[in-house]
Structures are given as C-alpha cells and as structure tokens.
C-alpha cells in the first residue's frame, strides 16, 4: 500500500474473467473459515467446486462487513435485491462427497 492507503493489484488475464458460482458452502473450525465456491447447473450430477477460499475469522469478519456495504450500496443504486423461495433441501459437505442432499 502506499502512502494515500490505495492498494495495487495485479489481476491476471486467467484470473480476470473470472469464475460463474451459484453455491457457496462455508464450514469453520476454530482458526479458519473455509468457502466452497460451486456451480450447480442442470445435467451435473453433483455440484462442481471451482475454488476454495481459506481465511482467519477476523478476515471472514471483514468479508462479511465489506459484502454488506457493498449489497447496501448496490440496493441503493439498482433496487432491493429479492431472494424469491429457498431451497428446501441443505446440503453438507458429506452429501456431496456422496453424491446426495438432505431434507
């Protein structure tokens, strides 16, 4: 970081198109959170997971914080974002390494 707190990043062309994910599964043990990005899509036999995030708590907290500004941000600019019906099934990191859901 420099001196006015602006970051520099450096964004790889394979990293810049970046990955579609409609599943996001998160488990934690005491000093780490961990998030699945997936894809489920119609004709998959089971959800495929694209990347795993690994960060402390205190960093899954600024996560948190910085996602929720930023929906408020975007709600504010485009409108309320709407969730519609929840899925009734959960699914566990078990389930998918077996191939199934649970009710």
């Known amino acids: 970081m420099d001196n ?3 970051m520099s990043l450096e964004l ?10 409609n ?3 998160i ?3 005491h000093s780490e959170f961990i998030i ?7 004709g998959l036999a089971k959800p495929q997971v694209h990347n795993r995030i690994v ?3 205190e960093h899954a907290k600024r996560l948190l914080n910085a996602l929720s500004d930023n929906v408020g941000k975007y709600e504010s ?3 309320k974002i709407t969730l519609g ?4 099934a959960t699914i566990s990191i078990n389930d998918l390494n077996q191939g199934g859901a649970k009710s």
């Open 4 to 6: 006015d707190n602006k």
């Open 12 to 21: 790889k062309p394979e990293v810049a198109m970046g990955e579609y994910s």
């Open 23 to 25: 599943l996001a599964i």
């Open 27 to 29: 488990t934690h043990s």
């Open 36 to 42: 699945d990005f997936a894809t489920m899509l119609p």
């Open 55 to 57: 960060m402390t708590p």
């Open 77 to 79: 600019n485009f409108g």
């Open 85 to 88: 019906e929840q899925p009734k």
